[in-house]
């Protein structure tokens, strides 16, 4: 089984931006050193318990401080950016670790309404940019292409003529585009488009089986890719003991309850502020379905779940989000239970 990881680089109580992002280099050189297959990092906007706010800001910063794993955006929301924006940044990021680059796309927002309308302006009102998504997509893909895109103006001095645009002016490679999704909308479009695809099983857990196989039997040859091609994302705590691992996974659970039901969220807290934490009987629902679809447990338990989750979907890479948060007492620049969920992982199945 290949392993790969996602990380939003998440923020505890006894954590600022700056702790989270240096512990994030942390778990990436761990999953670098241990031979995971790639690492992504997520688009989320005005969360405090998320710092993953430019996925291609943190990827040049990766880049620096890894060797080997691919490194990629687990997405970019295209409808928050202008397409050749996103061109230029991944087509410099592809010139900075050249063969290394994954340029994973998304459709929703990976906001609320008010951050969105402050990101995207009047646009947001509209909902333009998501209709126009699938073009986009498609521009983007031209402008990081070896030739560039061929514009047509019709308007001033330019009447009538063609330019071209490109992301960058002497490519050698291109990243690879993956699209996306968790919903049906993704799994037609990517097979429409002949690209790789990705469920974010991780965040909603419903409608995998659905999708993929969507994706499998809709799927057309495209220039860049002539089979259907995907793995899936999960939510990961893995630690010595089970119990340590569901104790460890306690503050993420109660973070997803607090999100599902519309109450008032903050970083992330430390394993005994959860376990001293009253939720609500709506609240645990969330919980007990959450840890349903998460891989807990020791290494041999969790290896088991993984090899099982593979099996059910018939993939044979997942990406796994090791949302393991921490113990009182530990140094604010570490996250030490995700970067052992990574090593515990990798001892039993790579």
């Not at 292409?145 to 071209?164: F, I, K």
């Not at 049906?184 to 991780?202: D, E, Q, R, T």
């Not at 796994?320 to 530990?330: E, R």
Request: charged content about 20%; proline content about 6%; aromatic content about 6%.
């Amino acid at each position: 089984m290949r392993l790969s990881v996602l990380d939003l680089v998440p923020v505890r109580t006894d954590q600022s931006t700056a702790d989270a992002v240096a512990a994030t280099v942390q778990v990436a050189q761990t999953a670098d050193r241990l031979g995971f297959t790639r690492y992504w990092v997520a688009e989320h906007h005005n969360m405090p318990a998320v710092a993953a706010t430019s996925p291609p800001v943190l990827l040049a910063y990766l880049a620096n401080q890894t060797e080997r794993i691919r490194l990629g955006s687990g997405g970019v929301m295209l409808p928050n950016h202008a397409p050749l924006a996103v061109a230029e940044q991944f087509a410099l990021l592809e010139a900075m670790a050249p063969g290394r680059v994954d340029l994973g796309i998304g459709r929703a927002p990976g906001s609320d309404p008010v951050t969105s309308m402050a990101l995207r302006g009047a646009r947001a009102a509209n909902d333009e940019d998501i209709e126009r998504f699938p073009e986009y997509l498609d521009h983007v893909a031209a402008l990081m292409s070896t030739g560039g895109a061929r514009v047509g103006l019709s308007r001033g001095m330019l009447a009538q003529q063609d330019y071209t645009l490109k992301a960058t002016p002497a490519e050698v490679g291109e990243c690879t585009l993956w699209l996306l999704g968790s919903s049906m909308y993704s799994a037609h479009l990517a097979a429409a488009k002949g690209l790789p695809y990705v469920f974010a099983n991780h965040f909603s857990g419903q409608g995998t089986a659905e999708a993929l196989a969507t994706y499998r039997a809709e799927f057309r040859p495209s220039p860049e890719l002539s089979a259907p091609r995907t793995f899936l994302t999960v939510n990961a705590s893995v630690a010595d003991t089970a119990e340590e691992a569901h104790r460890l996974l306690l503050p993420n659970l109660q973070m997803m309850g607090r999100l599902r039901t519309g109450r008032p969220l903050g970083p992330l807290d430390l394993v005994e502020k959860a376990e001293a934490t009253s939720v609500s009987a709506q609240e645990q629902l969330i919980i007990d379905s959450s840890v349903a679809r998460t891989v807990v447990g020791d290494a041999a338990g969790a290896a088991d779940q993984m090899r099982a989750l593979a099996a059910e979907f018939d993939v044979d890479e997942v990406m796994v989000n090791p949302v393991a948060s921490a113990f009182a007492g530990t140094a604010a620049d570490t996250a030490p239970a995700r970067e052992r969920t990574l090593e515990l992982l990798a001892k039993e199945l790579l």
